[in-house]
């Protein structure tokens, strides 16, 4: 198989080097000109071809592969190994031995560079949301949560406010500092239900300001959501999350009843029997009611 067009595809370059370097300085220097000297431009392959179709469609799969490899590779000595690996009558310079070694160590470069990667890049959103925040805190239509998420309140509520232990209906859409959206619950057409204590501490901290009915953006530091570890990979480490919520329904908990405040069963036996009536029904208080949606007065 002839890679010739595929590499100057890769290296258009070339050519225009070869066409520059080959020509000859006259004896006398003439007066400067406007450059017309055409570029070569290789030809684009005929796709209608259907050899050329499904190469090309097999360097584009090699190519997006390559394009994923995080550190620096000689797309000289790459084109030329894939012409010795499919053109038997070239030399292939390594064993499939040594070949396996170079490709760990390949592996081992790009997880080293991808880890310092992400260490620039988390560092790079802590001190953009730091930015941030500093700079929102300035618009006085934004509050303040006790443990520091900031708030704007879209829609006022009226209903009661959730507690550690209540749990809340919710419909939410959670993006990051860019906009890029990672969850939607409006746009699946399903709220969430769950225990207060049962999610982000920043979500904890933010539904307890807010009442039933209420609708708020809010900015949340990745100290109270997900910190350095992130959740790959939608969530990257150090990310300052944003969200709408709106809290459609608190389920209150129900405190648990005192059972010393009941008087024993035993206690109306005796007057039962002697009077000959049935005894009295006693009726089993559980530790914790189960909890009943919270009604607006």
């Given at each position: ?41 290789p030809a684009k392959p005929d ?9 090309y469609a097999l360097g584009m ?57 992400e260490k620039v890049a988390a ?175």
């Amino acid at each position: 198989m002839n890679f010739s067009r595929l590499s100057c595809a890769v290296l258009p370059l070339c050519s225009v080097l070869v066409a520059c370097g080959g020509a000859q300085k006259p004896a006398v220097e003439p007066a400067p000109a406007a450059d017309t000297t055409a570029v070569a431009v290789p030809a684009k392959p005929d796709l209608d071809n259907p050899t050329n179709r499904y190469s090309y469609a097999l360097g584009m799969d090699l190519g997006k592969a390559i394009a994923n490899v995080n550190v620096p590779l000689n797309l000289d000595v790459l084109m030329g190994a894939i012409q010795d690996q499919v053109d038997s009558a070239r030399p292939v310079l390594m064993t499939d031995t040594v070949a396996e070694s170079a490709l760990q160590d390949l592996l081992l470069q790009m997880q080293k560079q991808k880890e310092a990667d992400e260490k620039v890049a988390a560092q790079k959103a802590l001190e953009e949301q730091t930015k941030f925040f500093a700079e929102n805190a300035k618009d006085t239509t934004v509050k303040v949560t006790p443990k520091g998420v900031q708030y704007k309140v879209l829609k006022e509520g009226t209903g009661i406010v959730p507690k550690q232990g209540d749990r809340v209906q919710v419909h939410y859409i959670g993006s990051l500092l860019n906009g890029t959206e990672f969850d939607n619950s409006v746009k699946r057409g399903e709220p969430l239900e769950f225990p207060v204590n049962a999610v982000i501490e920043g979500w904890q901290d933010l539904l307890q300001v807010m009442k039933e009915g209420m609708k708020v953006k809010a900015w949340i530091p990745s100290a109270l959501a997900y910190g350095e570890a992130g959740v790959p990979p939608m969530i990257p480490a150090n990310a300052m999350l944003v969200f709408e919520v709106e809290l459609l329904k608190v389920y209150a908990e129900v405190p648990a009843i005192d059972s010393t405040a009941i008087a024993p069963a035993a206690s109306v036996a005796p007057a039962a029997e002697q009077t000959g009536a049935a005894p009295a029904a006693t009726e089993t208080v559980p530790a914790k009611a189960e909890a009943k949606p919270a009604t607006k007065k």
